[in-house]
């Protein structure tokens, strides 16, 4: 019985190993190794063109390593994503421009045939976007389109979600906002996340576990673990614990940044 | 000011324009008639005028169909095999800047008295604005939404349907503004040279004559079937398109 369990234990959400990637003759990621067990919220953060997004899609399936490999739920990426067990939500929203928010979230179900995973409309409620369903991505703000562009990455139940800076592109305020917004949808569930931010703050709000990534070709230089309450609200965030985190981060990544 | 009243002003002016160059030239209805006899002439020769246009509508419509078709089949096809792509293009480069006007030479003489030289000089003059937007929509397709749909496992069809296509058509409506009313100039053109009937035919016969306002009155007809063609071509971008941001648009077009 026991030997029964140890046998079919669950592989890692993401298992990364010695994977290293170049373009041309422009090594981007030199030899990464990494493990996301399920259910964790993994945040890479370094400088920008330090490999991180190139990673990212790695595991998306986008790109496919130079050397070594990645599995995702023991199987290579192509597999996890004819499975549909994997969700993106990139840096700039890609929605459908010819399609209004609610047929944009329809129609990623209809794709992974998913129809029973999740309500569009339901979803996008809950997303504080009930009056925008009918509107094009033109016809909606930069932090609804990415609000949008989420609800396609979470509607069919992946997994594994991948997220690409999807704050990036916003300012200040809609990005601070949305991130809280973030961190209690994903409360909810025990999907496992890897998010790429350049923002330190965002990674230690989200995460449990900080990869800082050094410069071009990307490796890893430091690992952080985050031991803070599931709920991360305005207090636990004034709190020494998650200011000493933030400062260790920040070290850590200037250091990554300095070699 | 709205367009309905610049287009009002337009007419009002064209017509204050034309009796007063006649009255300041002294010119003789032989060399520049009126507006008055011409519409006279209109509501003479009403029959003939509809008969004729009638003729020259079918050519440029059967012409703009077909020059449709052959752009959106080769569209389609440069998408997905990139080696026919590389074989085609010298063959549309030539055709695209062929002289049409000598070409059409070459087709009467191939294909007799037919309307089929006719269609085919609609078709070569029409088919390559199409065929330029529908490449460049095909082409300007936002990459991240490409490598979303991948990572859904979406199929080769289900990417062209829901992401190609729809992102093709504000270019394809775009290229309709240009090529529709050019399929009219150029079934004008065709029936030039070779026709006994069509609104081409009804211009060589009237200069031959020296009918001024027979060719006042087929030139009205052909200026209104063109600008008949533009505003069928931006109503149906409106209602077929309703995705399109508007105010971008425009400033696009104020820009050109």
């Known amino acids: ?259 | 000011m709205s367009s309905r009243t610049a287009a009002f002003l337009f007419v009002v002016s064209a017509a204050i324009v034309w009796y007063g160059v006649i009255a300041i030239g002294h010119l003789a209805p032989t060399v520049l008639p009126p507006p008055h006899l011409v519409l006279a002439l209109m509501a003479q020769e009403w029959r003939s005028l509809l008969w004729n246009t009638y003729v020259t509508l079918t050519t440029a419509v059967t012409g703009y169909f077909f020059a449709n078709l052959v752009a959106i089949s080769l569209a389609i096809a440069f998408l997905y095999f990139d080696a026919l792509k590389s074989l085609a293009t010298p063959w549309v480069v030539v055709l695209k800047n062929l002289p049409i006007v000598s070409v059409a030479s070459l087709l009467i003489i191939s294909f007799g008295d037919s309307p089929i030289p006719r269609i085919l000089v609609v078709i070569l003059i029409c088919f390559h604005p199409l065929l330029a937007n529908l490449i460049k929509g095909f082409e300007q397709v936002d990459p991240n939404l490409i490598a979303r749909f991948r990572t859904l496992h979406a199929s080769r069809f289900q990417l062209f349907r829901y992401v190609l296509w729809p992102n093709a058509l504000p270019y394809y409506a775009a290229a309709h503004e240009v090529a529709f009313t050019s399929s009219i100039v150029a079934a004008v053109l065709a029936e030039f040279f070779f026709s006994r009937q069509g609104l081409g035919f009804m211009l060589i016969q009237a200069m031959n004559d020296y009918r001024g306002d027979r060719l006042w009155a087929t030139n009205i007809i052909i200026a209104t079937l063109s600008a008949a063609a533009l505003g069928l071509s931006v109503l149906a971008e409106r209602v077929l398109i309703p995705w399109q941001p508007r105010e971008s648009k425009n400033l696009s077009k104020r820009g050109s």
């Open chain 1, 1 to 259: 019985m026991i030997d029964h369990f140890l046998s079919t234990q669950a592989p890692p959400a993401v298992n990364v190993s010695s994977v290293s990637k170049s373009f041309a003759d422009n090594s981007v990621i030199d030899g990464i190794s990494l493990r996301v067990e399920k259910g964790e919220f993994i945040a890479l953060i370094g400088a920008s063109g330090c490999g991180k997004t190139t990673l990212l899609r790695m595991c998306a399936g986008l790109e496919e390593p130079s050397s070594g490999s990645i599995e995702i739920f023991g199987r290579p990426p192509s597999a996890a994503t004819s499975a549909h067990e994997i969700g993106v939500a990139f840096q700039r929203p890609a929605l459908v421009p010819s399609r209004t928010a609610l047929e944009n979230v329809r129609l990623t179900l209809k794709i992974t045939g998913s129809n029973d995973a999740m309500d569009p409309l339901a979803l996008l409620t809950h997303f504080g976007l009930a009056e925008a369903v009918d509107r094009y991505p033109h016809q909606l703000s930069g932090g609804m389109q990415q609000r949008v562009n989420i609800a396609c990455a979470l509607v069919h139940q992946p997994a594994l979600l991948l997220l690409d800076e999807p704050f990036g592109a916003l300012d200040e305020i809609t990005r601070e906002r949305l991130v809280d917004w973030l961190a209690g949808i994903l409360r909810e569930s025990s999907r496992t996340t890897l998010l790429v931010t350049h923002s330190v703050e965002e990674a230690i709000t989200l995460s449990t576990r900080v990869f800082v990534m050094s410069r071009r070709p990307g490796r890893i230089a430091a690992e952080i673990k985050v031991p803070l309450p599931t709920i991360r609200d305005f207090e636990v965030r004034q709190s020494e614990q998650f200011l000493g985190l933030v400062r260790s981060a920040r070290d850590a990544l200037h250091s990554a940044i300095a070699d």
